[in-house]
């Protein structure tokens, strides 16, 4: 039991997906993993452990933003042992040539800030994904059938941005998506010794300003989770 994890010891499997909301990580441990158990409930954050075909996994909300999911890692990682974290989340396409329901797979993940920059200081760390997770993880897409995009995102520290000038600058850089966690996962990981990746369904459009309906995300979620399952266990 850690100050944020409730779990025991042995609770947690070495191969954990961190979707942000907890509800989320409930729908997809229940729809996914046989045997689902729920392992946390401290302050609302659900964490639930199952095992996916014979491979046992673990299902922890990470809440929003990077200073949440560092606390989340940090505990995974130092007392539960977790190797494989994979970000399954939302975010928001920033090119034209990314559509709704596409998945993107976070090869980098550009910041303006992350909790590690006062261990980095003067240092642009650059974050990255592990190549045998995004590599699996894009073979495991298009045997699905479903379109994704491999390339850099853009990790985000304020969800109501005023920085249109900033974000001209992603688009302009390629950036493919934004989203407000994958940076600091990735230098974690780093840190630590373990695999990473962000696996990220487009909900909504910041060219156009379209955006999935409610009804039509779980089906576009799903395969989210199932890619990054496979890419786990490939």
Same mark, same amino acid.
């Given at each position: 039991? +850690? /100050?944020?994890?409730?779990?025991?010891?042995?609770?947690? =499997?070495?191969?954990? &997906? $961190?979707?942000?909301?907890?509800?989320? !990580?409930?729908?997809?441990?229940?729809?996914?993993?046989?045997?689902?158990?729920?392992?946390?409930?401290?302050?609302?954050?659900?964490?639930?452990?199952?095992?996916?075909?014979?491979?046992?996994?673990?299902?922890?909300?990470?809440?929003?933003?990077?200073?949440?999911?560092?606390?989340?890692?940090?505990?995974?990682?130092?007392?539960?042992?977790?190797?494989?974290?994979?970000?399954?989340?939302?975010?928001?396409?920033?090119?034209?040539?990314?559509?709704?329901?596409?998945?993107?797979?976070?090869?980098?993940?550009?910041?303006?800030?992350?909790?590690?920059? +006062? /261990?980095?200081?003067?240092?642009?760390?650059?974050?990255? =994904?592990?190549?045998? &997770? $995004?590599?699996?993880?894009?073979?495991? !897409?298009?045997?699905?059938?479903?379109?994704?995009?491999?390339?850099?995102?853009?990790?985000?520290?304020?969800?109501?941005?005023?920085?249109?000038?900033?974000?001209?600058?992603?688009?302009?850089?390629?950036?493919?998506?934004?989203?407000?966690?994958?940076?600091?996962?990735?230098?974690?990981?780093?840190?630590?010794?373990?695999?990473?990746?962000?696996?990220?369904?487009?909900?909504?459009?910041?060219?156009?300003?379209?955006?999935?309906?409610?009804?039509?995300?779980?089906?576009?979620?799903?395969?989210?989770?199932?890619?990054?399952?496979?890419?786990?266990?490939?």
């Amino acid at each position: 039991m +850690t /100050i944020h994890i409730g779990a025991a010891p042995g609770d947690i =499997a070495e191969t954990v &997906l $961190l979707p942000g909301d907890p509800y989320r !990580a409930k729908w997809a441990a229940e729809t996914f993993l046989s045997d689902p158990r729920q392992v946390n409930d401290v302050r609302g954050m659900l964490g639930f452990t199952g095992t996916w075909k014979g491979n046992r996994v673990s299902i922890q909300g990470s809440g929003m933003g990077m200073p949440s999911l560092s606390i989340y890692v940090n505990e995974l990682i130092r007392d539960y042992g977790a190797k494989t974290l994979l970000r399954i989340g939302s975010c928001g396409g920033m090119q034209e040539h990314v559509g709704l329901r596409d998945v993107i797979l976070a090869m980098t993940a550009s910041s303006v800030s992350t909790p590690s920059a +006062t /261990i980095l200081r003067e240092l642009n760390f650059a974050p990255c =994904a592990d190549w045998t &997770l $995004l590599a699996a993880a894009a073979r495991a !897409a298009e045997g699905r059938g479903v379109a994704a995009h491999v390339g850099g995102i853009y990790s985000s520290d304020v969800f109501y941005d005023e920085r249109p000038d900033l974000n001209e600058q992603m688009v302009r850089h390629g950036i493919l998506g934004v989203e407000m966690e994958a940076a600091e996962l990735y230098t974690l990981a780093a840190r630590h010794g373990c695999r990473a990746l962000a696996v990220l369904t487009v909900s909504d459009h910041l060219l156009d300003g379209t955006a999935l309906p409610s009804a039509e995300r779980e089906r576009s979620f799903g395969d989210m989770v199932e890619i990054a399952l496979e890419a786990a266990f490939a």
